[in-house]
């Protein structure tokens, strides 16, 4: 069966004056995925999710929603089973969490029911009674999801929801994020700058650079990408270098290290009693990986911040 | 309608309808001190003399008190940065529309306070006879439409821009526009001279009697222009501050 994607933009463009912010972006995110949406400060994550929900009109391309392309006219009724939680949350701080909820409750039109079970969702119930001026950052954020879970709606956009959140509320927010697909049928879209935290989210992932998107695909896909060398380490360099072109095996140097492709056990093997019987000491032989990271600033630019 | 009635409890603990009634007892105390002992002559022409004072009261006053109340409505949403969220689920223009109605209908209660409290008065004063239904209802209506065009005025204002302080000052100087104005004409085709064109009752100033006469006011065709510019404004005020509020990107 052919994949259904929730989200589609075709050509998406933002221009503001003479910046392009978003470049013509052809963005896919499938159903029931967790699509990490992932580039450097600055790059245009939170326009081209604005121009999603429709708070940002895009000076170019079309974006199309749950099959439907999304228009002035259709806009309020695709969005109707969306949530979202932009840049920071929305709240009242002179209401308590849950009255905050009830405003939003009332205005999606779902049950009021539902105020406690995303407030404890979040693990905020205890705190529902508080006014969310009291609230600490941490906590504003959680009511932020939990906001945006109400109606437990089809996709859920978040974009940068770990702000402000302690390493355990971080674990807390990726783990319920993770959940959301399987428990509760909810396609999530998720916004960072940091690929530790798309990686450890994320199935699918977009990553935008100076709002262009230059990478996407399944995360999994992005992990082969990495590229596999074998480092070798002897007491001889000039001899070990000789022997290997001997070989016809092409070699970089890296400090102490010689680098060669990734090849079979077997033939590791075999070099390296080759290199024992030529009376050279074999200190290191190391599989090393280019990790998600030079992947990432490969595709994003080394100025970019991860 | 579940927009408007989710206005009204927005505000709940904002103590928006304190603030009026705390603004209006500035109205009430001047009654207290201003109206009492009254003499004969007084007491004969108070209930014009009241529709007098007060369309001069509101007219200095009222440029400042829509721009506070404007104010409390549109702060909790910059505050709270709660437009992200609010136009997800109601178009802009609903949004703003529930909140004109929310101020239209605050501005409405306070000005039937304002005439209850006033026509106590006079009657606890022994002003002569009975205030004048006809008049007293169509001073109401045009005071609710030359406030309510200055409200939608600071409305646009204070929904557009997140730091208060441009349409609160821009109330302060509306006050000042209409007092300058009182000095110089008995109607104005400025937003801020709505007070001032609306007063259905004039005075005269007697200088060797030293006693003030009311009476209802017969419009000319110039003062009937200001009237029908009240409404104007009203409908440039609205329609432009929606237009404003829902061009802008979030």
Known sequence: ????????????????????????????????????????????????????????????????????????????????????????????????????????????????????????????????????????????????????????????????????????????????????????????????????????????????????LVYQNTLASLHSHAKQQIALRTDNPATTLLLLRQDGIEAEKESDYFLIPIMDDDYIACLCRRLIEHGISLYRVEKREKSLEDIFLSLTGKESSL | MKTLQLEFYKIKRRKVFLTMFAMLSVQFLWGLWELRNPKDWELESGWRALLYSLSLLDGIMMPSVMSVLASRLADIEHKGNTYKQLETLRSAGSLYHAKAICGCIIIALMFAAQFAFFILLGYQLGYVGHPDIKYYLLSYALKLASNISLFFLQLALSMFFANQMIPLVAGLGGSMVALLLMFVTTYSFLPWGGSLSASLVMSEWNLDTRISTYYYRTFSPPELAAVICIFIWLIVFYVTGRILFTRREV
């Open chain 1, 1 to 212: 069966m052919a994949e259904t994607n929730l989200i589609e933009t075709q050509n998406l463009t933002k221009q503001y004056g003479k910046v392009r912010c978003v470049n013509t972006l052809h963005m896919k995110v499938p159903e029931g995925a967790v699509y990490g949406f992932l580039g450097p400060n600055g790059a245009g994550k939170s326009t081209t999710l604005k121009m999603i929900l429709g708070l940002a009109k895009p000076t170019e391309g079309s974006i199309t929603l749950f099959g439907t392309k999304m228009n002035k006219k259709n806009r309020m009724k695709l969005l109707a089973d969306t949530g979202s939680l932009i840049e920071s949350p929305s709240y009242y701080g002179h209401l308590t969490g849950e009255e905050n909820l009830h405003i939003l409750q009332t205005l999606k039109g779902c049950s009021a029911k539902e105020i406690d079970e995303v407030l404890k969702i979040v693990r905020l119930y205890d705190a529902r009674q508080r006014k969310v001026a009291h609230y600490s950052l941490g906590m504003k954020q959680r009511l932020g999801l939990a906001a945006a879970l109400l109606g437990f709606p089809r996709l859920l956009i978040l974009d940068e929801p770990t702000n402000g959140l302690d390493p355990a509320g971080i674990q807390e927010m990726r783990e319920l994020i993770c959940s959301l697909p399987s428990s509760y049928g909810i396609t999530v879209v998720v916004s960072s700058h940091l690929l530790s935290e798309i990686d450890q989210m994320a199935d699918h992932v977009g990553i935008i650079r100076k709002g262009e």
